[in-house]
Nanobody, 113 residues
């Protein structure tokens, strides 16, 4: 099982980014995939999750972030719009498969003018 996260970068406030989490060794449509964010000096937090029920969004990103799957690519995306400086951090994707946590390598998102 592997997760590969990518898509981060440096954007100005109001900009957009799309993060990708490519999975191998399991089928994303059968498991919950989480996107977490670790801001500088803070603990990590779940910003969004997609599973078998309605997607979850943290209040801080509702209306701005969209999580979705491309089953053909076995990939989960996090579309981020209207980015704010407080969205800055390292973003990780996570899945629990067979009782074990698996993590992507993290991708840095920096929102700054």
């Amino acid at each position: 099982v592997q997760l590969q996260a990518s898509g981060g970068g440096v954007v100005q406030p109001g900009g957009s980014l799309r993060l990708s989490c490519v999975a191998s060794g399991f089928t994303v449509s059968n498991y919950a995939i989480h996107w977490l964010r670790q801001a500088p000096g803070k603990e990590s937090e779940v910003v969004s999750c997609i599973g078998t029920v309605r997607p979850y969004y943290d209040d801080s990103v509702k209306g701005r972030f969209t999580i979705f799957r491309d089953n053909g690519k076995n990939t989960v995306f996090l579309q981020m719009t209207n980015l704010k400086p407080e969205d800055t951090g390292v973003y990780y994707c996570n899945a629990v498969v067979g009782g074990r946590h698996y993590w992507g390598q993290g991708t840095q998102v920096t929102v700054s003018s």
